[in-house]
Structures are given as C-alpha cells and as structure tokens.
C-alpha cells in the first residue's frame, strides 16, 4: 500500500511543472534539486514517473503521476503575476513621412511670407525715397500779392521729378525767404507730386529816403523795394540812422503801425531822433508830440479828440497832461 503524502507535500513532476511554468513567465524560481538539473521535458517526466528526482521514500512514480495529474489543472488555472508593458505599437505607415512634410511646408510658408513681406517694403522704398513716380509734379505758391510765383518757384530749386519724399522743405523755406519781399514761408508736401508753398509778403509801412531814391519798408525795418518815387499812401520817415537794429527806427515804424485807421491818412511824416522822441507831422502842417512807443491806443484816442480844436501843434506824450498850442 502507498504511503500518503501531506496536504501540503506537491509530487516531484508536479514541481518540474510549476518551474517551467513560472519561468515561462519571466519569473526567477529556485532551481530543481540536484537529480533535475539539466534535465530535459522528457527526462523530467521519466524521473517523475520512476520515483527519482528528490520524492519521499516509498512513493512509486505511479502516484506521483497521478497526484500529479490531479493537481496538473490548478496549477494552471492558478493566476500568475500581470505581464509586463510591451513595446510602444509602432506609428501608422507613413505617419512620420507626413509629419516631416507638414513641417517643412510649415518652413517654407513662413520663408516664403518674409521673402514676399521684404519684396514689398523694397519696392515701397523705391518708390516713395528714390524713383520718378511720386516725384515732384507741381510748386503751388499762395499768399503772394506783389512777387511772382515764377521767381517763388525758381527759389525753391526743386527740379520736376524729384521724389517728393525727400525734398528739403527747410531748404526751400530757406531759399524762398531769400526774397526780401516775403515775410514768411510755409513749405508742405501734398501728395501724390505737389509741393505748397504759403507765403506772407511784406507791407510797406513807410518810405525812406536813400540816395535820392525812396526805399519802402516794412514794420521790421526791413527794405521790401526801392523806387525812384515813393508811395503818396506811406507816411515818410526821417531818422538819422535806418534800419532794423535801429531804436530810433524801430520806435517810429512801431508808431505807425499802431496809428488807428481814421488817423494814419492824415499823417504825411514821422520823424525820431531817439526811442521816446517821436514826432508827426500831419498833411495840412500841424504837429504833433508823440514821445515813445508806448500807450500808443491811448495817445491816439486823445489826439483825435484834441484834433478838433485849432492848433498848431498838440503834445500827447503824456497822456495824463496834455498840451495843446
């Protein structure tokens, strides 16, 4: 009768299968006892079957076989440990060649939009800074009364075609008030090919005489025209020293500009022999004592007042005490 074994004693072949089963899986076991080392499949189920390879004493193969075989199914229905990650799944057959080209695409596109981009600004350039077709087509002059807008025009010294964009316009301002009968100058470009030029002239306000000649000036002391024969509308003026950095000058010419409309016609001369002695002298002879420049609206208000009464002479230049001869 065969010797039976515990519960928890597991026959010879059973424990060849367990270790081949468990490193199938990748799992480190203990090796076989020593009768099992090296053993192939066929020899390990002989030597199970015979008894050999480390069983008890007294058990044939035979039940090692069978006891074997009943256990063989819950061996391996018994769960083993998760398998591990597999390899990534490899891409879609010509995902990668897709992705290369989307990206070079993507490359050139943006090359491509620079390239154009610079193209544009270049022929911009060209065209604004240094070609014909926004050049210069016309110099309009406005404000100009006595001074031809052909010798204006000449003075600017832009010649047609000249790309608008870069014309001097402090150059032609410049050059345009080199003429003495302008005031000031306005230059402005009005595109496409036009160049404005806006002008103040000078007003003569009085006539000096010069070398038997009438030179006209205007409220700067600035001569805007000399004649043979003065103008019977300015006034005459007499100093010992015209000219624009002249006191005496500059106070007598800053009289008659401040002179009211009704009272200007009547004055025929102005003369100063310094900055607060100013004197006029009135068409039908009479006189009167202006002093300096200032309180000019006053005096004037007070000398058409005194005007009414005859006199020969009337002193204004101080308003507060007047004198009437």
Known sequence: ????????????????????????????VPRLPAPWHGAGAAEVLIMAASGRGGGEPGTTGAA?????????????????????????????????????????????????????????????????????VLGLREIKVVGNLTVPSEQIQRAAGVPDGHPLATVDLGGVQARVLGIRQIESAAVERTWPGTLRIAIVERRPVAVVPVAGKAALVDKYGVVTEVRSVGSPRLPLLRVNRPGPDDPATRAALAVIVSLPAALAPKVAEVRATGPEAVSLRLGDGRTVVWGGADRARQKARILMTLLKKPADSYDVSSPEVVTVE
Do not use: K, N, Q
């Open 64 to 132: 090692d076989a069978a006891g074997t075989a009943d256990r063989a199914g819950e061996v391996d229905d018994a769960p083993g440990p998760p398998e591990p990650p597999g390899p990534p799944a490899p891409p879609p057959a010509g995902g990668e060649d897709a992705g290369a080209a989307r990206g070079r695409w993507t490359g050139w596109r943006v090359v491509l939009v620079l390239v154009l981009f610079a193209a544009v600004v270049g022929c911009a350039t060209w065209i604004v800074f240094f070609s014909s």
């Open 1 to 28: 009768m065969a010797t039976r074994r515990g519960p928890h004693t597991a026959p010879p072949y059973h424990r060849a299968r367990v270790v081949c089963h468990e490193r199938r899986r990748g799992r480190d």
